[in-house]
């Protein structure tokens, strides 16, 4: 019962740890010049994906495979059929340029290489399939450039994001204090994922896939809907898009430098999902002049995430 209880509390204290991260290490980056546009693309997407990279990192090291990769593509799922659904919902979302031309195709490009590196059965013939350290070093790489491509926004202002002031000590003592809540909290999610999956005797990718996904994106859906509501489109998709990248390329590589991540066939289908939704969310932007995400289509992302969730709950 304590797991259980813990395994609840660990998304408040692992939420509340991202809050305090994010604004401790904004309030510096502001003090050192950095724009509101290259902030929100690297601190702040980092940030909303903190929980997901602290519980991988937890699981990695307790080699808990399933829950790394599942956390990571039911993640990319909410984000992409639930989040950016809702957040189209309470108001259409005009999408930037750069974001359709370069951000989503990136994003995509992800998926492919993933589903790329742990298919070992199917392209090599060995004789299981999993995510190695060279792997790991292969997404890593991916990262860097994904880095560089966004380091160009440096000086562009874009839309502004409101950055609170605090003293150099206080923001220091705040990202410190996020990173211990965030250790905590995703220590005992993994530990309650663990012995769910075992209660329920499913698979612990399942756990990762649903509860874990939906409860560590919840920063996105915070950040995603205020800042739809307020009308800053750009963040509000740029947000999702650079944590769907950041997931797979950076704590995924970190992952499986920790550890060898075993991959199930299984989870390929989810593979599927994920690259069918960012195709999806390309061709909407697309085959619309204003690059806007219409409130239908958004109606549409959540209609299939319900659907996906109904298939995952039947499989």
Same mark, same amino acid.
């Given at each position: 019962?304590?797991?259980?209880?813990?395994?609840?509390?660990?998304? $408040?204290?692992?939420?509340?740890?991202?809050?305090?991260?994010?604004?401790?290490?904004?309030?510096?980056?502001?003090?050192?010049?950095?724009?509101?546009?290259?902030?929100?693309?690297?601190?702040?997407?980092?940030?909303?994906?903190?929980?997901?990279?602290? $519980?991988?990192?937890?699981?990695? $090291?307790?080699?808990?495979?399933?829950?790394?990769?599942?956390?990571?593509?039911?993640?990319?799922?909410?984000?992409?059929?639930?989040?950016?659904?809702?957040?189209?919902?309470?108001?259409?979302?005009?999408?930037?340029?750069?974001?359709?031309?370069?951000?989503?195709?990136?994003?995509?490009?992800?998926?492919?290489?993933?589903?790329?590196?742990?298919?070992?059965?199917?392209?090599?013939?060995?004789?299981?399939?999993?995510?190695?350290?060279?792997?790991?070093?292969?997404?890593?790489?991916?990262?860097?450039?994904? /880095?560089?491509?966004?380091?160009?926004?440096?000086?562009?202002?874009?839309?502004?994001?409101?950055?609170?002031?605090?003293?150099?000590?206080?923001?220091?003592?705040?990202?410190?204090?996020?990173?211990?809540?965030?250790?905590?909290?995703?220590?005992?999610?993994?530990?309650?994922?663990?012995?769910?999956?075992?209660?329920?005797?499913?698979?612990?990718?399942?756990?990762?896939?649903?509860?874990?996904?939906?409860?560590?994106?919840?920063?996105? /859906?915070?950040?995603?809907?205020?800042?739809?509501?307020?009308?800053?489109?750009?963040?509000? $998709?740029?947000?999702?898009?650079?944590?769907?990248?950041?997931?797979?390329?950076?704590? /995924?590589?970190?992952?499986?430098?920790?550890?060898?991540?075993?991959?199930?066939?299984?989870?390929?289908?989810?593979?599927?999902?994920?690259?069918?939704?960012?195709?999806?969310?390309?061709?909407?932007?697309?085959?619309?002049?204003?690059?806007?995400?219409?409130?239908?289509?958004?109606?549409?992302?959540?209609?299939?995430?319900?659907?996906?969730?109904?298939?995952?709950?039947?499989?």
């Amino acid at each position: 019962m304590l797991t259980y209880i813990l395994f609840i509390f660990g998304f $408040v204290i692992l939420i509340k740890g991202a809050d305090y991260l994010v604004e401790g290490a904004s309030a510096i980056a502001k003090q050192l010049g950095w724009t509101s546009l290259f902030i929100g693309l690297t601190i702040v997407a980092f940030g909303t994906s903190a929980p997901e990279f602290f $519980v991988n990192l937890i699981a990695s $090291v307790e080699g808990r495979s399933g829950i790394v990769v599942g956390t990571i593509l039911g993640s990319n799922i909410v984000n992409i059929l639930l989040i950016l659904g809702t957040a189209a919902l309470i108001t259409p979302l005009t999408v930037n340029v750069t974001t359709v031309s370069r951000q989503i195709p990136l994003s995509l490009l992800a998926v492919v290489v993933l589903a790329v590196l742990v298919n070992d059965k199917f392209i090599t013939h060995e004789s299981f399939n999993i995510l190695s350290r060279g792997d790991g070093l292969i997404l890593i790489f991916f990262f860097i450039i994904f /880095l560089y491509s966004i380091v160009s926004t440096m000086h562009i202002k874009g839309q502004k994001i409101p950055i609170k002031k605090h003293k150099r000590l206080k923001s220091s003592l705040m990202i410190l204090g996020g990173c211990v809540l965030l250790i905590l909290g995703g220590k005992w999610i993994v530990d309650g994922a663990v012995q769910i999956a075992q209660f329920l005797g499913v698979k612990e990718s399942i756990i990762g896939l649903t509860v874990i996904a939906i409860g560590t994106s919840l920063p996105e /859906l915070a950040a995603s809907g205020v800042a739809a509501y307020k009308g800053k489109t750009d963040i509000a $998709v740029g947000n999702i898009i650079g944590s769907n990248i950041f997931r797979i390329f950076w704590i /995924l590589g970190i992952s499986a430098l920790i550890r060898p991540v075993e991959f199930s066939a299984n989870l390929n289908f989810d593979i599927l999902i994920v690259g069918a939704a960012t195709i999806l969310l390309l061709v909407a932007l697309y085959t619309n002049k204003k690059r806007i995400l219409e409130r239908w289509e958004g109606y549409t992302f959540i209609i299939l995430y319900i659907l996906y969730i109904g298939f995952i709950v039947y499989r």
